[in-house]
């Protein structure tokens, strides 16, 4: 498997702490049963200034988040014994570990990472990848959770609009009672939507502030992802009511949705 790798750095960057986040070392677990790519992946990991361990095995990755915290999971999608990454992914949810992950595949069909996004992973990279857009990637989802965090402070934690309600510390979104199953990406782009009603967004402005990264070419993951939570959010996900479109620009959050 070709990798596109940087040269390690000497020494980490930030001995203690994740590059640009402020607090104590971050903790990744690598899900990867290539032990070329798994040992590239760790080096630059670890020079980057995080603490990393690695796993082969989707049954070891679930034993390793059972009895230990993670701040974040790079999961490849093929994994070997029975239990591969779109399995772990599943599992994960389905327990509500909300743990973020970033999927490594060697597929090409758009079908399996469109998969592992409904299952819940948080971003993708597709094989064989440049090293530094994976660090980049880590990097930006960190952040994006720190600064999630950050502007949460302060503010009130239920919004409520009409029939919809999100409580953003039990991270649960509600319609007329009715609980709505969001993977996290959708729950965070519906708390960023209902925390800006009436203001437009770009594509990239929702790459940058939900997603934390900005790239054009990664324009239809905000596509994708803002279809399945009409999907699951709206009445009638072809006439909405909350998540509008603004013809020509991007995206709003209805100032006044229906009742």
Known sequence: MALSLPPPDPEPRNPGASPGIEGPMR?????????EIAD??????RNTGYEAEHVRKGRDALDRLDADRFDLLILDLGLPGGVDGLEVCRRLRA?????????????????????????????????????RELLARVNALLRRLEAIDERQEGLPPVLEFG??????????AEREGAAIDLTPREFDLLVWFARHPGRVFTRGELLEHVWGY??????HTVNSHINRLRS????????PEFVLTVW????????????
């Open 95 to 131: 327990r509500g570990d909300l743990t973020p992950v970033v999927m490594l595949t060697a597929r090409g069909e758009e079908i399996d990472r469109v998969v592992g996004l409904e299952l819940g992973a948080d971003d993708y990279v597709t094989k064989p990848f440049s090293v």
């Open 232 to 239: 699951k959010l709206e009445r009638d996900p072809a006439a």
């Open 163 to 172: 029939a919809l309600r999100i409580d953003t510390v039990r991270h649960r």
């Open 248 to 259: 020509g620009v991007g995206y709003k959050f209805a100032e006044h949705p229906a009742r």
């Open 40 to 45: 590239l992946v760790l080096l630059h990991l």
């Open 214 to 219: 900005g790239h054009e070419g990664y324009a």
């Open 27 to 35: 903790r990744l677990l690598v899900v990867e049963d290539d032990p």
